[in-house]
């Protein structure tokens, strides 16, 4: 591992093999009376939210608590933030309290790129959703959720259907799933795809129908409802028949494919509640892994950096 | 006033000659007198004074960013003897009392002419026209009408500027960016863009703008000036227009002829600029038509920003880029080095035609007995890499930190007085 969680793309496959394999032994815990592990003990996780997330930072915090680490909130809510402060008093302010690792959420495309390369903290940074960007943790979270249901990801198909435009999942996801050998196909209207996307390794499609026939995965991302005021779409009821998982869709699924949300839902839109709720929906079990595949991270980020035999053992690049 | 005889420096890069300056203007060396400050400037191209056609000084306002005079330093340094103030100040500059404060405070500063651009608009609001007839009148003189920073997008008043501006010869330089194509736009929209996650600015906000003002001056048959251009696009709608005869003429900035938006990929914000950085292609284009004279003049547009505007993330980050002591270097690079102009063709498009289209009577003349003594000694020879503590400015946002850049000024001459000398300041 590298010392920072910034994109998917900075993933080798065996990198991500390797969280997704430490993420499966500590899932165990989960089931375990005593959900705690003494390894983090002593250091510092800092979980800095300038966007609102209460999912992703209990989720964090949850990982960072049973391996025994301090954890300090920081929210930009209520902060020195909305004083005006900057990211850099910010992050020299958390340096200076030693943070191991800095969790953060932001609402600007690269803001952990900014805090990991500009030489104001020293900790590891793991990027928690970034803007428009990149959402890593998410992505090793489905990816793992995926390999509990369906073994290796080698060639299976995965379908990523909605606001690819918008998406930080949509392209951690993309990454990682092509790292891993599996096939992606992006489903979108053509407002909702980025221009340039023709360069990822994916395919794209405008048809959720003449995709779903065929794929292991669908995975259904969030359409904020705003995006109809800016003419990406029509109206969400258009948007729904066109592009939502309602019973009929569902119904043409193979039997064997499961599906997926990132949360949190828009029931009725995106997704029919019936197929939310349906016993192929893995959506509930995803959060329970994220905390396992968050606990992967931090142990590798954090254990491996002054572990001799790893820093030996192992590329630090 | 200390008289110079610049010995055997070879003028527009070809023949070796003298040159006296004495008086404010060129004269003849054989009447160099005797106590003449003799300049060796044997291995030295010998060019017209730099003319710059965009420029942010900062002041009134922003006097933590840039003044007037550590601004003109700058210009000084960078080969320049004349600079074109952009309007968006504060106060902007759409009034005769502030373009005359600007201009007095060129001259006071004494290291290169100032000369005020005028906003189109009241307060570049893009409503109404500024009195525009009073700034042209005024002690400033002022040719140059922009509301830079912000495009004149409503076609009835770029219309109208257009011709208004006839009367008093004037030009009406405009900053194409259709501003519904470019809302919360952070960088050039293609691959890189969609892999960063950041909001387009597609190259069409850029040139659907271009091509209406290209057919609005071909209509009322008046002077239109595009500032920065940035896209390959762009460059075949000027040559479409000039081509049609319109008296259309056009800049691109150094950054622009030499940066990508691969850049952007580190985050930092010292490469976020508008127009954007473009693609590979889009360097080319620009450096083909710079090269055939599509684009009339290459243009700074220096954009000086303190550091707390750019030490931030992305999104929180100023747009703009310093490039007044970087410009000839980097026009050597991409355009001498590279053997697609010649010395003299860097005087046509850093000199002559800025200075044209600024209407500056007395910047951009030939290096000739008579002509204002306005005039840069380069060493071609010379490399350095670009440290933004060396810098005049008083910003940092250099984007060429430490590249290593070719070309160095060693002189630069404004009316036959040295402002710099030995690579320094006087």
């Known amino acids: 591992m590298k010392s920072h969680l910034l994109s998917t793309a900075d993933l080798t496959k065996s990198d991500a093999l390797r969280v997704l394999d430490t993420a499966a032994e500590l899932r165990s815990l989960a089931d375990r009376p005593i959900k705690k592990l003494p390894t983090l003990r002593g250091r510092t996780v800092v979980n800095l939210f300038f966007e609102d997330s209460t999912r992703t930072r209990i989720s964090f915090e949850a990982a960072a608590k049973r391996l025994s680490a301090d954890v300090i909130n920081f929210s930009a809510k209520g902060s020195s933030v909305s004083k005006g402060e900057s990211l850099k008093d910010t992050a020299l302010t958390l340096e200076a309290m030693g943070a191991d690792a800095v969790v953060i959420r932001h609402g600007s495309s690269g803001a952990p790129h900014r805090l990991a390369s500009s030489g104001w903290v020293r900790s590891s940074v793991i990027n928690a959703g970034d803007g428009t960007h990149e959402h890593p943790t998410q992505a090793l979270l489905d990816a793992f959720t995926m390999r509990r249901h369906l073994g290796d990801l080698d060639g299976r198909r995965v379908a990523i259907v909605g606001d690819v435009l918008h998406s930080r999942v949509a392209r951690s996801n993309a990454l990682l799933l092509s790292t891993l050998g599996a096939e992606v196909t992006l489903v979108a209207p053509p407002t909702l795809l980025p221009v340039g996307v023709s360069s990822w390794p994916v395919a794209t499609s405008y048809d959720l129908d003449s995709a779903l026939e065929k794929t292991d995965v669908v995975m259904m991302l969030r359409v904020q409802r705003e995006r109809m005021n800016a003419a990406f779409f029509p109206s969400a009821r258009e948007y729904s028949r066109r592009y939502g998982l309602d019973d009929r869709r569902f119904a043409r699924l193979p039997d064997h494919a499961i599906v997926m949300h990132p949360g949190p839902m828009n029931r009725g839109m995106e997704i029919a509640a019936n197929v939310a709720d349906s016993h192929r929906s893995v959506i509930v079990e995803q959060v329970t892994n994220g905390v396992a595949v968050r606990m992967a991270v931090l142990y590798l980020l954090l254990s491996g950096a002054d572990t001799t035999e790893h820093a030996a053992g192992e590329p630090t690049a | ?426």
Request: glycine letters at 10%; one cysteine or more.
């Open chain 2, 1 to 426: 006033m200390t008289t110079y005889l610049i010995t055997g420096a070879s003028l527009l890069g070809s023949r070796s000659a003298d040159l006296l300056l004495a008086d404010g203007h060129l004269g003849d060396p054989a009447d160099a007198p005797p106590d003449a400050v003799r300049i060796d400037a044997s291995g030295l191209v010998a060019l017209p004074g730099l003319v710059d056609l965009h420029t942010h000084l900062r002041e009134p306002g922003r006097e933590d960013a840039e003044t007037i005079e550590s601004g003109s330093r700058a210009a000084a340094r960078g080969g320049f003897t004349a600079v074109h103030a952009m309007a968006n100040t504060e106060p902007v500059a759409d009034t005769a009392g502030v373009v005359e404060q600007v201009w007095h405070l060129g001259q006071t500063a004494g290291y290169c002419d100032v000369r005020p651009v005028g906003a189109v608009t009241a307060g570049l609001a893009g409503q109404r026209l500024a009195e525009l007839g009073a700034m042209a009148d005024s002690a400033a003189r002022v040719r140059v009408f922009s509301d830079d920073g912000v495009c004149v997008s409503d076609a009835v008043l770029m219309r109208r500027a257009l011709e208004y501006v006839k009367a008093f010869d004037g030009v009406v330089a405009q900053h194409a960016q259709e501003p519904r194509l470019t809302e919360d736009a952070q960088m050039n929209e293609g691959t890189m863009s969609g892999v960063l996650g950041m909001q387009g600015w597609p190259a069409v906000a850029e040139e659907a703008i271009i091509a209406r003002d290209c057919l609005l001056a071909g209509h009322v048959g008046s002077r239109l000036h595009i500032c920065h251009v940035s896209t390959a696009g762009s460059v075949e709608l000027i040559r479409w227009a000039k081509s049609k005869g319109w008296n259309v003429t056009a800049e691109v900035t150094p950054h622009h002829l030499l940066l990508t938006d691969e850049l952007v990929a580190s985050y930092d914000p010292i490469y976020k600029v508008n127009p954007p950085l473009r693609t590979a292609d889009d360097v080319e284009a620009l450096r083909a038509g710079l090269a055939d004279g599509t684009l009339d003049c290459v243009a700074t547009d220096h954009a000086p920003h303190p550091t707390e505007d750019k030490e931030c993330e992305w999104a929180a980050a100023a747009m703009g880029m310093l490039g007044l002591e970087t410009a000839l270097s980097v026009f050597q690079t991409t355009m001498v080095d590279t053997g697609r102009l010649t010395w003299g063709e860097v005087a046509d498009r850093m000199s002559v035609r800025p200075a044209r289209i600024g209407r500056i009577s007395d910047q951009g003349q030939a290096l000739e007995t008579g002509s204002p003594a306005n005039v840069v000694l380069v060493d071609p020879a010379a490399t350095r890499a670009v440290e933004p503590a060396d810098s005049a400015s008083l910003s940092r946002n250099t984007p060429f930190r430490g590249m290593e850049l070719p070309g160095a000024v060693v002189a630069t001459f404004l009316h036959g007085r040295a402002t710099v000398l030995d690579g320094k300041l006087q």
